[in-house]
């Protein structure tokens, strides 16, 4: 009090303190509002990052698409092109191995020696008419003959090594000239020439016979060598003959002189 004498009840004094700016509600308001613009501008901007990525991203899915849809119809393309070259050259390839095969049987069934094919057990599996008329056989019966029986027992065999290299590939062919039994039961002479059809593997897989009557080039050649011989014996004789003729006159000469003297 004014005498400053202390009473017991004393006196209030009102005081007021005034909370640092940052600690107001404004402030605080202020800093809100600037934390949700902050995080709503990175959210847009990520937003819009992103939209932008998506668009560039559908961009590139729509070029990758289109680059690929044309690149599929290319390759559509190509590959109908393919088929039809490749459709194309096996019915070219088929033509001419209908070609091929017709030229063959026309020559198989039409040649005037005989022709067939064997296994490589030498058994017969196809043979034209010539083959079979050549030994007096119908077509159906020389099917069913084992040719090695018919070869005569001093042919037999003369021509194994040539046969082990023709299936060892060491030659592509070979001729041999043989006596064959005639279904008459005469002997008759042929040239046989063998040639082996191989495989991808190079294995032979059957084998092309081919028989030729060669008898009247024996007979031939034997009236050759006949009267070959036959002028070599004339000969020989004539020049014995000769030469006696030539001893006696020399003798008569010698005997001649022998008496002038």
Same mark, same amino acid.
């Given at each position: 009090?004014? #005498? ?62 289109? =680059? ?21 050259? =096996?019915?070219? =390839? ?17 040649? =005037? ?7 490589? #057990? ?21 099917? +069913?003959?084992?040719? #090695? ?8 065999? +003369? ?15 070979? +001729? ?28 032979? *897989? ?6 030729? #009557?060669?008898?009247? +080039? ?6 050759? *060598? ?36």
């Amino acid at each position: 009090n004014n #005498d400053w004498v202390w009473n017991e009840e004393g006196v209030a004094i009102p005081i007021r303190i005034e909370p640092p700016f940052y600690a107001t509600w404004w402030f605080g308001g202020l800093v809100g509002l600037f934390v949700l613009a902050v995080v709503g501008a990175a959210v847009r901007w990520r937003f819009d990052l992103v939209r932008s990525q998506n668009r560039k991203l559908e961009v590139e899915v729509d070029e990758r698409t289109t =680059a690929l849809r044309e690149s599929n119809a290319l390759l559509e393309i190509e590959v109908e092109q393919r088929k039809r070259a490749e459709e194309a050259l =096996a019915r070219k =390839a088929e033509r001419e191995l209908r070609q091929s095969e017709a030229r063959f049987e026309a020559m198989f069934e039409n040649a =005037a020696i005989g022709i067939g094919l064997m296994g490589m #057990d030498r058994s017969i599996l196809e043979a034209n008419e010539a083959a079979g008329r050549l030994l007096g056989f119908t077509r159906e019966e020389f099917l +069913q003959v084992k040719i #090695d029986e018919m070869i005569h027992p001093e042919d037999r065999g +003369q021509d194994a090594p040539l046969f082990q290299e023709l299936v060892a590939g060491k030659r592509a062919s070979y +001729q041999a000239e043989k006596r064959y039994r005639h279904k008459n039961g005469e002997y008759i002479w042929a040239r046989l020439i063998f040639t082996a059809v191989r495989g991808e593997d190079g294995t032979p *897989d059957y084998l092309i016979g081919m028989l030729e #009557d060669i008898g009247e +080039q024996k007979r031939a050649q034997q009236e050759l *060598d006949r009267r070959e011989e036959e002028y070599l014996r004339q000969l020989e004789k004539r020049v014995w003959e000769r030469t006696t003729e030539l001893r006696q006159a020399n003798e008569k000469l010698h005997l001649e002189i022998e008496q002038r003297i």
